[in-house]
């Protein structure tokens, strides 16, 4: 349907205006709004966890808003799935690339539109020649008969935009499209948006790179905790603006950690390699220190931590505990040499959902507690209830299952399941992923006083400002390898952001500077 | 914008030669491979008993007895892909083999349309595992469990004591399981008839694609728009349908149906399609090679008598040759993913682009 995506009519091309939407008892939207025309790449900012992704995806058909205005091209809409959503003209590439793994990469492309010859049989041949000139365009060489297993994250990224290009939709969204991307790949993304944009189409362009969305985008809409903030032209505004607008407070204020007193190395890791997935890592972390592992989501991070506690195994390297070897593979004996470990997804790796609060926070330590091969429900109570005192898990009774808490509370229960092991090193993956605000800034307190009273703190975070109010030193994970090892002082978002893009070999350029080379 | 130099263009690593990619599908083709074994039992078995092949008779057996097993892995094979399984198969196929007899003893329709009575019946019976599983979101393996033991359950409580004789069916139709044309048995052609039809749409139909899409990622398939939910109904229609046509097969072939027909042959049905290469987690794998390990299957139970191995081993080799499919998968794809790992971090790729020849072409482009 060519044309439809004109400007021109008077009407934005997409208007979402207080639209919110709740999980159970988390609200990820309060009142989003976001007013898009033809013609235009609209930048939409926010930290992790604003409702960016949410607005993106209730405009893709995947969620159904719970109110407000939803309006695409001036008729209201609620889109009940994505073929929906897709039919009306609207083409989303997501954060993380959702492909078919067994089919091949040009199969991908056009799954449920192939082209098709007489008989409505698929013309496979047309099919790869339009995938072949779907990848010239965007200037990379990928074979369209290959599947799309084993594709590195920045070639499933470049058939995710292609495969929404080849929609040739009235809206295309992006939900940071460059993350994996390299500098000439990203260049040839800005051209075809850039392109798309002289169509006439309308693009939102989600990033936090904002080198990039000022060197890409016409407007920016700022979001916070899961509201509208502002909109703006980009020639009206300045990096400053949007970060304390996306920020609306003071980063110490959020993140307190306070200085405590280094000790020893407890955890030495030598040459860790998977090949694949990570190389040649090497640290130390001391008591007392809170190390983040930072870097882009799927750099690695959450690999190593695994590789290190023993769930993974790993090609070559060590890991030492106080000067131990650890057994590679084994996660008892991580545990045995004092590892605790949060992953990144409590409910399904962190915690029993349906168990009570006591038998979660009993469950690691459960060896000790049994007398003659028993275990009472007064014993694990016994057992639970300083921890959970101590970190202040709010909840009536410890009999309560942990499904029916808040995140914050479930992720307090993970840690006070990990404390009661007593542990020398404890390993955080995420630690505040989708817990409000409020509860943030206690589970920081917690870690802070974990690292006060002795305790190696390894955190993985994609948060940067956590990152940089929590961590005595920063280690920035960049495509499986360390790409930098910065201290407090030195870790800003500049030199942490250049090392875990993989553009730190120049020297970090200023902020300001960098806008003038815009202007 | 930027001017891509020509250094830039060569990021990623090329694709092999068409000619070594062709030998590599050879190589990997697990239809081939598993037709490479059915020949080589046939020859060994025939060195030993030359009318084991020679002889028209065993022509003959060769050919039509796995006739049933073929329709119903064909059928299998459409509902495994989609990241599913069918249980209920055998019990369909029972109930669905009475039916036809019923038919020709009660009402004295003409056969066409008894086949059409009895294949829309399995397919009936399909929809119903179709609707729980693809609307219930319950997994299919305990919903085909289910309705295995309550298709069977009606079955049994229908027929009592009572058995369908080859006597009551018309002679005409009886003929259908000894007819041959060109030697061929005709059931083994109408097989393979019903085998070419569903093998070609899911390789050139859309929604046949989809069925595969479905299988390799559910969420990914959702968030494509696909309809999921539609294609997974069809999918155990075609199989509950296949299942009626395996039920008519079974009245032509054997004449008499008890109680006991089409007893746990889904077993043999999933054993077929996974020694045929059909990925049991769905998403890849050919009616082809299912319908090849079915004869592969039919004929070592017909084969190993001959040869002098004790009925014991026969189970045994059946199931080894399923383990064997399955640990040859497994060691595959962990190849597979460790050369792609290796060629990511040796090749040509994104790590030895230098680190700032995107922000010098930014540069040089203002």
New interface residues.
Partial sequence: MPGTWEAGEGWPTLELRDVAKSFGAVAALRSGTLVVHGGSIHALVGENGAGKSTLVKIV???HRRDGGVFRFQGRDVDFG???????NGIAVI?QEP??????SVA?NIF????P?RAG???DRARMYAESTALFARL?????P??PA??L?I??QQIIEIAKAISLDAALLVMDEPTAAL???????L??VA?SLRDEGRALVFISHRFDEVF?LCDTVTVMRDGAYVSTDAIADTSVDQIVARMVGREVAELFPKTPAEIGDVVLEVRGLQR???F?DVSFDVRAGEIVALAGLVGAGRSEIARAVFGVDRYDAGEVRMAGRRVRPGRPRAAIGAGIAFVPEDRRQQGLVVDGSVARNVASVVRGRLDRAGLLTNRMENRAAAPWAGRLEVKTNALDMAATTMSGGNQQKVVLAKWLATEPKLLIVDEPTRGIDVGTKAEVHRLLSDLAGQGLAIVMISSELPEVLGMADRVLVVH?GRITADLSRAEATPESVMHAAT?????PPVPATNRQE?KA | ??T?TPD??E??P??LSPGR?ALGTVLRSRELAVALVLVALVALTTTKSSSFLLGSDGWRSLLVNPSILIVLAVGQTVVIVTRNVDLSVGSTLGLTAYLTGRLFLDTGLPAPVVVLVAVAAGAGLGLVNGILVAFGKVPALVITLGTLYIYRGIFLSWAGSDRVNAGDIPSDFLRLGTAQVLTVPVLTIVALVVLGLVGYHLQ???SG??L??I???P?????????VARRVLFAFMVSGALAGLAGVFYVARYGTVSSNAGLSIELQAVGAAVIGGV?IFG??GTVWGASIGAALLVTINSALPVLGISDFWQRAVVGALILAAVVLDRVLSAR???R???A??VGP???V?E?????G???A??
């Fill in positions: 893709a058909g995947v799935s994505t073929a929906e959503s897709k039919a997501y959702t492909l078919f793994p067994d089919l199969e799954m449920g539109r192939q098709l409505r049989r698929i200037g990379v060489e990928i074979d008969r290959r297993r084993g590195s920045a070639d390299s500098g000439v790949e990203v260049d040839r800005f051209a850039r060197d090949t694949g997935v190389h495509e993989g553009s730190s070999a120049g080379v | 914008m930027s891509i830039a263009i990021v990623r090329s694709a990619r050139t139909a859309r694609r989809e595969y899409a299988g390799s990622d969420d990914a398939a959702v968030l494509y728009g696909l309809p990925a998403g890849s597979q993913a460790r792609l790992a290796v990511r971090d790729g994104h790590l682009i680190p700032n020849a995107g922000a072409d930014k540069e482009a203002r």
